[in-house]
Each structure stands twice: as C-alpha cells, then as structure tokens.
C-alpha cells in the first residue's frame, strides 16, 4: 500500500517535495508517474530497489531529484524544483516487485493515490 503526500499550489520557479511511504520498501522499485489533463500517464523518475540507482526522465532532469535510497526505510521522496506551468499534472506513486522501475504505467505493480501539483504562470 502506497500513500502519497507534498503536492499543492506554487508559482513558476517554486519547489515542492512529494512524499511516498510504502511498506516493506525493500521489496520494490519505486518511482513517480504524472498525468497532466487530456494526457496520458508518463514516468517521471525511478528509484531502484537497490536504493543505489535512480533514473529522471529528460523533461524533468536536473530540477527534480528522487531519493530515499536506504531500503530499510519506508518513505521515498521527489524534490522538484524550479517548477514550471507544464509540471502541473496528478502526481502519483508507483511500485514494481523488480530490481528497477518501469518507465511504461502498464508495468507498475502498485500505485498510490494521485496527489495534485498547480504551478501557475
């Protein structure tokens, strides 16, 4: 089970932190997917079970960052910063019983409940 928190409302160039505890973190590759209206579902950054390997797709690469590595902690994190109008989508956290995530929704084993990020212009 997967809960999700951290999305809100914020100006262009803004930060916000998302928040994904799961239990038994071990035993999953995690990451975040984003649906923006009238658009599909897309990957946004992977973590490896492993903790050790993370993955950040072009779009968002160099302003938003995953962590929570320590597979013995319950909790992954997506620090997004320098924020723009066109990352504001339903943010939502996944999880893969494998070694690493998939960047294609039809192979996310888990997902948490979507949590809204509004940047505004």
């Known amino acids: 089970q997967l809960q999700a928190s951290g999305g809100g409302v914020v100006q262009a160039g803004g930060s916000l932190r998302l928040s994904c505890t799961v239990s038994?973190?071990?035993?999953?590759?995690m990451g975040w997917f984003r649906q923006a209206p009238g658009k599909e579902r897309e990957f946004v950054a992977g973590?490896?079970?492993?903790?050790?390997?993370?993955?950040h797709s072009d779009s968002v690469k160099g302003r938003f960052t995953i962590s929570g590595g320590d597979s013995d902690k319950n909790t992954v994190f997506l620090q997004m910063n320098n924020l723009k109008p066109e990352d504001t989508a339903v943010y939502y956290c996944?999880?893969?019983?494998?070694?690493?995530?998939?960047?294609?929704?039809?192979?996310?084993?888990?997902w948490g409940e979507g949590t809204l990020v509004t940047v505004s212009s």
């Open positions: 973590i490896a079970r492993s903790g050790v390997n993370t993955f």
């Open positions: 996944a999880a893969r019983d494998a070694l690493i995530i998939t960047t294609n929704p039809a192979f996310v084993d888990f």
């Open positions: 038994e973190r071990r035993k999953y590759a």
